[in-house]
């Protein structure tokens, strides 16, 4: 197995660059050719902008691993946020403001925070809104971490969405949202995890 080392991202350009240049080390490591790192660079891109918003709260590192050309990237997360601040994002995520820039990724980062808020507390009210669809009711524990919780993966929101999309309509509004991601439609799964402070995303592809 290959793994990366962790480096820390947030949103200064300097970080940013430093991330593009650990994607594109790490593909050439794991011998993906050009198409695929490419389409590693969108997913890492596509990640990197749903946790911008959120990296004035929590502090991140961002890492991979792969094996025979099964690539996860690993993106860790840790609370550091008031009670103030972390109820005026949930207000704005599920309040529908912002509306215009709602999306998939955008109701990833919803999710995050509003486990982040709800640590202790049922893992039913994790989710908000159609993010609902995904989570993972009785959570186990995850196969890369034996000591994080996964509590929502996209396998399962794919699954649920497609069956209630019939007579939800916001899981059909959902549903075409996931169309249009690109990481939904170039990721494999998406899984999260919890454990005490901190959240684990990993997104996994096999190129």
């Known amino acids: 197995m290959t793994v990366s080392d962790k480096f820390m991202v947030n949103s200064d ?3 940013m660059a430093a991330a593009r240049y650990a994607t594109e080390s790490f593909a050439w490591q794991a011998k993906l050719d050009k198409r695929d790192t490419l389409r590693l660079d969108l997913l890492v891109e596509e990640t990197l902008g749903m946790v911008k918003s959120m990296l004035e709260d929590f502090y991140g590192q961002l890492w991979f691993s792969a094996e025979n050309k099964a690539v996860d990237i690993h993106f860790e997360a840790t609370a550091d946020m008031n009670a103030a601040r972390r109820e005026e994002l949930l207000s704005m995520s599920f309040s529908g403001k912002n509306a215009s820039k709602r999306g998939f990724m955008v109701r990833l980062g919803d999710l995050i925070t509003g486990a982040m808020h709800n640590l202790g507390k049922s893992m039913d009210t ?25 509590i929502w993966t996209l396998k ?17 509004a959902a549903w075409d949202e996931l169309e249009k991601s690109i990481v939904a439609s170039l990721a494999d799964d998406i899984i999260v995890g919890v454990k005490g402070d901190r959240i684990d995303l990993i997104i996994r592809k096999q190129f």
Request: glycine letters at 12%.
């Open 13 to 15: 350009a300097g970080r």
């Open 126 to 150: 994790y989710g908000r809104e159609t993010m609902q669809y995904g989570i993972v009711h009785t959570p186990e524990l995850m196969g890369s971490n034996p000591e994080m919780l996964t």
């Open 156 to 172: 399962n929101y794919k699954n649920d969405l497609n069956q209630a999309r019939g007579t939800d309509s916001d899981a059909s």
